[in-house]
Antibody, heavy 120, light 106 residues
Framework: QVHLQESGPGLVKPSQTLSLTCTVS??????????WSWIRQPPGKGLEWIGH???????NSNPSLRSRVSISVDTSKTRFSLELSSVTAADTAVYYC????????????WGLGSLVTVSS | SYELTQPPSVSVSPGRTASVTCSGE??????TCWYQQRPGQSPVLVIY???KRPSGIPERFSGSNSGNTATLTISGTQPVDEADYYC?????????FGSGTKLTVL
């Protein structure tokens, strides 16, 4: 059974870069069946898709965040990462990593989430 | 940009049927999923490919998608079903979530 775990700083200063890593166990990132995704949820608000990466390194992201988002996968294929630059208080959220089916776009497995607060 | 609209809240009495709608332009042409999220927890998939249930999801959960509207239906709603529900669409490029619906069972 696949397990995803987010990790990274819980506090980031305004204008800096938010960096998170998702460690995957129980499945290989090096599979053509899935995208590996990032989603966030500001406190008390709804879900927002950030972007995803394929094992080949191909990425796609939310147009509203695209200029600030970078998603990468490590060469060992056991984890993938998110960088969000020039953060503001509006980027304060719980950040989830998730596995998404390639064909139907179904988010079948989620991490527990990591709260990131942007504050000086 | 593509948008999915859900009612902010839906109320239902225990044992009755709850329907949560999700509207978007030509939504019936896309693959739609539904997620349940209880407070403090990660979302859980309850419906995928418009109407399929993952293993472990009770039969009382069902879904449909046609035209501009997808619907999540919970038959014989139980107090444990009280949660936020989000629809999600995929057009082979981007993911869009609905605004979310708080289901209250009272």
């Amino acid at each position: 059974q696949v397990h995803l775990q987010e990790s990274g700083p819980g506090l980031v200063k305004p204008s800096q870069t938010l960096s998170l890593t998702c460690t995957v166990s129980g499945a290989s990132i090096n599979s053509g069946d899935y995208y590996w995704s990032w989603i966030r949820q500001p406190p008390g608000k709804g879900l927002e898709w950030i972007g995803h990466i394929f094992y080949s390194g191909r990425t796609n992201s939310n147009p509203s965040l695209r200029s600030r988002v970078s998603i990468s996968v490590d060469t060992s294929k056991t984890r993938f990462s998110l960088e969000l630059s020039s953060v503001t208080a509006a980027d304060t959220a719980v950040y989830y990593c998730a596995r998404m089916g390639f064909t139907y776009g179904t988010l079948t497995a989620w991490g527990l989430g990591s709260l990131v607060t942007v504050s000086s | 940009s593509y948008e999915l609209t859900q009612p902010p809240s839906v109320s239902v009495s225990p044992g009755r049927t709850a329907s949560v709608t999700c509207s978007g332009e030509n939504l019936g042409d896309k693959f739609t999923c539904w997620y349940q999220q209880r407070p403090g927890q990660s979302p859980v998939l309850v419906i995928y490919q418009d109407s399929k249930r993952p293993s472990g999801i009770p039969e009382r959960f069902s879904g449909s998608n046609s035209g501009n509207t997808a619907t999540l239906t919970i038959s014989g709603t139980q107090p444990v079903d009280e949660a936020d529900y989000y629809c999600q669409a995929w057009d082979s490029t981007t993911v869009v979530f609905g605004s979310g619906t708080k289901l209250t069972v009272l």
